[in-house]
């Protein structure tokens, strides 16, 4: 076991000889428009951010009782195509129908492959090194938002234009991170990535802070907000900064090649910008205001999302 359980590791690393084996179990319990397609891309994206390649894909489906034949074929559909996009194979799962559901729900076994040391974790960030976030938040959150609470936005006061477009966040910019772990591996000297998810790019901060042992300086004017997603959460009473950013990608790295990543990055097309450095050991993880006021990270005791699915959102 190179890489096991632990604060901020979303991922197993396997030693197999030449190559290293990874593994990721993760579930989906928001969505309930393309869940099929958040399933395959929120497992493999925690596979992209050890460095590897996922490469195989066990989904178990729960259903609630009386769920239409339709609405399985499209749940299928979207698993065959979200596979695929990324040339990941469906090689087994499972099926039922399930009682007390409210919606479907997937998890999800994903499995990929590396070079024997070929992976990064979250805890390799060192003392110095650069921050970059790619793409910006809230992808996964904003398109949740919008699918899932279009409605109650639009009678709050977002323009239908701005739901629509972050209904599409799932495809542009896209969910997926793995071609932003692929471009930062082969451009520079990445030393950590993490894939923020629940509680936003916040949780996933304070994450790389406690998995390093290392504080961490992040500029919150630094961090690209996607303006669709901070209408809906404006809206919506949802702190942008707790919200489930499935769709960016952290990456730590070497100052000295943090600007090659960066520009890699923006040739292959994936936004990305600098917006902090790794501190000393056991400093804490702090943000530091536009006018140079610095502040301990925001804490989230779950993802901003899970209220206005509760009966009290």
Same mark, same amino acid.
């Given at each position: 076991?190179?890489?096991?359980?632990?604060?901020?590791?979303?991922? /197993?690393?396997?030693?197999?000889?030449?190559?290293?084996?990874?593994?990721? %179990?993760?579930?989906?319990?928001?969505?309930?428009?393309?869940?099929?397609?958040?399933?395959?891309?929120?497992?493999?994206?925690?596979?992209?951010?050890?460095?590897?390649?996922?490469?195989?894909?066990?989904?178990?489906?729960?259903?609630?009782?009386?769920?239409?034949?339709?609405?399985? +074929?499209? !749940?299928?559909?979207?698993? =065959?195509?979200?596979?695929?996009?990324?040339?990941? +194979?469906?090689?087994?799962?499972?099926?039922?129908?399930?009682?007390?559901?409210? =919606?479907?729900?997937?998890?999800?076994?994903?499995? #990929?492959?590396?070079?024997?040391?070929?992976?990064?974790?979250?805890?390799?960030?060192?003392?110095?090194?650069?921050?970059?976030?790619?793409? #910006?938040?809230?992808?996964?959150? #904003?398109?949740?938002?919008?699918?899932?609470?279009?409605?109650?936005?639009?009678?709050?006061?977002?323009?239908?234009?701005? !739901?629509?477009?972050?209904?599409?966040?799932?495809?542009?910019?896209?969910?997926?991170?793995?071609?932003?772990?692929?471009?930062?591996?082969?451009?520079?000297?990445?030393?950590?990535?993490?894939?923020?998810?629940?509680? #936003?790019?916040?949780?996933?901060?304070?994450?790389?802070?406690?998995?390093?042992?290392?504080?961490?300086?992040?500029?919150?004017?630094?961090?690209?907000?996607?303006?669709?997603? =901070?209408?809906?959460?404006?809206?919506? +009473?949802?702190? !942008?900064?707790?919200?489930? %950013?499935?769709?960016?990608?952290?990456?730590?790295?070497?100052?000295?090649?943090?600007?090659?990543?960066?520009?890699?990055?923006?040739?292959?097309?994936?936004?990305?910008?600098?917006?902090?450095?790794?501190?000393? /050991?056991?400093?804490?993880?702090?943000?530091?205001?536009?006018?140079?006021?610095?502040?301990?990270?925001?804490?989230?005791? =779950?993802?901003?999302?899970?209220?206005?699915?509760?009966?009290?959102?």
């Amino acid at each position: 076991m190179l890489t096991g359980p632990g604060v901020g590791e979303d991922a /197993a690393v396997i030693s197999f000889g030449a190559t290293s084996l990874i593994a990721k %179990a993760d579930p989906v319990t928001f969505a309930t428009d393309l869940i099929g397609w958040y399933a395959v891309h929120v497992n493999a994206n925690d596979i992209a951010a050890t460095g590897a390649t996922p490469k195989w894909f066990m989904p178990t489906v729960l259903l609630p009782e009386n769920t239409t034949v339709s609405t399985v +074929e499209s !749940i299928f559909t979207q698993l =065959r195509e979200a596979a695929g996009s990324i040339g990941v +194979e469906l090689i087994g799962g499972h099926t039922e129908v399930s009682v007390d559901l409210p =919606r479907p729900i997937i998890t999800g076994a994903m499995l #990929g492959e590396a070079p024997a040391s070929g992976t990064v974790s979250t805890s390799g960030a060192r003392p110095g090194d650069h921050i970059i976030l790619t793409k #910006g938040i809230a992808v996964e959150g #904003g398109s949740l938002l919008a699918r899932e609470f279009g409605d109650r936005a639009l009678s709050a006061g977002v323009a239908q234009s701005e !739901i629509d477009a972050a209904s599409d966040y799932l495809f542009s910019p896209g969910i997926s991170v793995l071609r932003d772990a692929q471009v930062a591996m082969a451009s520079g000297l990445v030393t950590a990535m993490h894939d923020p998810t629940e509680g #936003g790019l916040a949780t996933a901060l304070a994450e790389l802070n406690t998995a390093s042992g290392n504080g961490l300086v992040v500029e919150s004017d630094a961090v690209t907000v996607l303006e669709e997603c =901070r209408s809906l959460c404006d809206a919506l +009473e949802a702190d !942008i900064w707790g919200l489930i %950013a499935s769709g960016a990608l952290l990456i730590a790295c070497s100052p000295e090649t943090s600007n090659t990543v960066v520009s890699a990055l923006e040739a292959d097309g994936i936004s990305a910008a600098h917006i902090g450095e790794i501190t000393g /050991a056991g400093e804490p993880a702090l943000l530091k205001a536009p006018d140079g006021r610095l502040e301990p990270l925001p804490v989230f005791a =779950r993802d901003e999302i899970a209220w206005l699915f509760s009966p009290s959102g």
